[in-house]
């Protein structure tokens, strides 16, 4: 049976990939050497499921149809760093408390469908480069972004060229 490698993140426009680029570069300066993540790649994953079947997918996109969470808004203010995997990501000190609530709706459902959420601790965070070691948190000038939709994404490797494309987006309420 055929399966796609998904995952649930919020949908960020072109708009806002692109005022995300400057605080990859100070990544980048931050880390010398690491491999940025294409700015059409930057996300925040909500929860991650791997492989996936077309029925699961259409019973994940049938939940997810249903929730009903508000729009918010997103204030990024450090880069830091996990060990495992090696990257360094943007983040927010503070966490909105409708995008809590919209990552433990999509949790749940996507729990009672069988999948499990790889970590202990939810912790919302954008990747900006990979292959990354970097200590600490560092300050930046806050980044605010509205948040007005989710999407289910597929994970999609074609040669050396990784891409994640929004399969369905789910309008948040404003």
Request: charged share 15%; proline share 6%.
């Amino acid at each position: 049976m055929e399966s796609r490698r998904l995952f649930f993140s919020l949908c960020f426009s072109a708009q806002q990939q692109q005022l995300l680029a400057p605080y990859q570069q100070l990544a980048l300066q931050a880390c010398p050497g690491a491999k940025a993540v294409a700015v059409t790649n930057l996300h925040l994953t909500l929860f991650f499921l791997g492989q996936v079947t077309a029925e699961q997918q259409q019973l994940l996109l049938q939940s997810a149809a249903k929730l009903r969470s508000a729009a918010f808004e997103l204030e990024l203010d450090y880069l830091a760093g996990f060990r495992q995997p090696k990257i360094l990501y943007l983040a927010p000190s503070s966490i909105p408390p409708a995008l809590l609530l919209l990552q433990q709706q999509l949790a749940q459902f996507c729990q009672v469908q069988g999948f499990t959420e790889p970590h202990a601790e939810y912790r919302p965070h954008i990747t900006l480069a990979r292959q990354a070691l970097f200590e600490g948190q560092q300050r930046v000038t806050p980044l605010r972004l509205k948040v007005r939709e989710f999407a289910l994404y597929q994970s999609r490797r074609e040669g050396e060229v990784l891409e994640y494309l929004p399969l369905q987006r789910f309008k948040l309420i404003s």
